[in-house]
Antibody
């Protein structure tokens, strides 16, 4: 079965970079599309971006200047880097797989990792 | 960005009751809509995609309908395990956007 697991620091200082890893088992990241989604306190959710099976990326325009998604196919992992964070980036971060087929729906998600931005 | 307005924000239902949750899109989304369930402390689970298609393994008491800008998720016969947060997501226009969520509790 496909499983995703986020990992990374739970606390980041303002103005620093947030770096998270999504480790995938049961499915190769060289197939399909892989994304990052975050859920803010108060439950608002935001699509952040994705990396494709070929390594191409697409980002939410609201984050475009601060976000980077990369991957390591040898480890079947992909990564999120968000620069110049502020307290407004405090959220639970999820990685997810796009459901195979038409449409952009996400059928496997990691359990999420909470990141707090605070000095 | 397309705004997804979800209602109600919370509701409670009795065992066996039929429940309905709505999402209103700020523009037509051509049935490009998903519904997810998220239980406390767990990751979201895809229930419905393309507005009305049931994801594999999801109980048939869940159903989705709608068109244009208005979509709904129905649970036909509330069960204890249905207590969760539910949210919608449009995939019609990038960036994909989500509804604000509905907290469903068992009365």
């Amino acid at each position: 079965e496909v499983q995703l697991q986020e990992s990374g620091p739970g606390l980041v200082k303002p103005s620093q970079s947030l770096s998270l890893t999504c480790s995938v088992t049961g499915y190769s990241i060289t197939s399909n599309y892989w994304g990052w989604i975050r859920k803010f306190p108060g439950n608002k959710m935001e699509w952040m971006g994705y990396i494709s099976y070929s390594g191409s990326t697409s980002y939410n325009p609201s984050l475009k200047s601060r976000i980077s998604i990369t991957r390591d196919t040898s480890k079947n992992q992909f990564f999120l880097q968000l620069n110049s964070v502020t307290t407004e980036d405090t959220a639970t971060y999820y990685c997810a797989r796009r459901r195979t087929g038409s449409g952009w729906y996400f059928d496997f998600w990691g359990p999420g990792t909470m990141v707090t931005v605070s000095s | 960005d397309i705004q997804m307005t979800q209602s109600p924000a919370s509701l409670s239902a009795s065992l066996g009751e039929t429940v309905s949750i709505e999402c209103l899109a700020s523009e037509g989304i051509s049935n490009d809509l998903a519904w997810y369930q998220q239980k406390s402390g767990k990751s979201p689970q895809l229930l419905i995609y393309a507005a009305s298609r049931l994801q594999d393994g999801v109980p048939s008491r869940f159903s989705g309908s709608g068109s244009g800008t208005r979509y709904s998720l129905k649970i036909s016969g509330m069960q204890p395990e249905d207590e969760a947060d539910y949210f919608c997501q449009q995939s019609y226009k990038y960036p994909w956007t989500f509804g604000g969520g509905t907290k469903l509790e068992l009365k």
